[in-house]
């Protein structure tokens, strides 16, 4: 589906004139296009991993070894998203 302003009417949280390239923490959340469930599945409350989830887990992990002034804090995968609080240290 192709953005349109008058259906969709998103706005921006990020908070203007502020640099989001300088030291703190921040929560993000990636998405899967159009909200596929790529990342495994949720039975009995707890979330299963299939291998995309799985991969992932270990891209989230890794992240620290590609940005070393970058510290990873709590995280969840979801089936058709992962949240995550990052640090960037200075």
């Not at 706005?11 to 899967?32: E, M, N, P, V, W």
């Amino acid at each position: 589906m192709i953005y349109n302003p008058k259906i969709h009417n998103r706005r921006s949280i990020r908070l203007k004139g502020y640099d989001y390239s300088q030291a703190g923490l921040y929560f993000i959340t990636i998405c899967c296009q159009d909200n596929v469930c790529l990342f495994g599945t949720i039975k009995n409350g707890a979330m299963i991993l299939n291998s995309g989830g799985q991969m992932a887990k270990k891209c989230w992990t890794e992240i620290p070894n590609h940005f070393p002034n970058v510290i990873l804090h709590e995280y969840v995968i979801m089936p058709n998203h992962v949240h995550g609080i990052i640090e960037f240290a200075v």
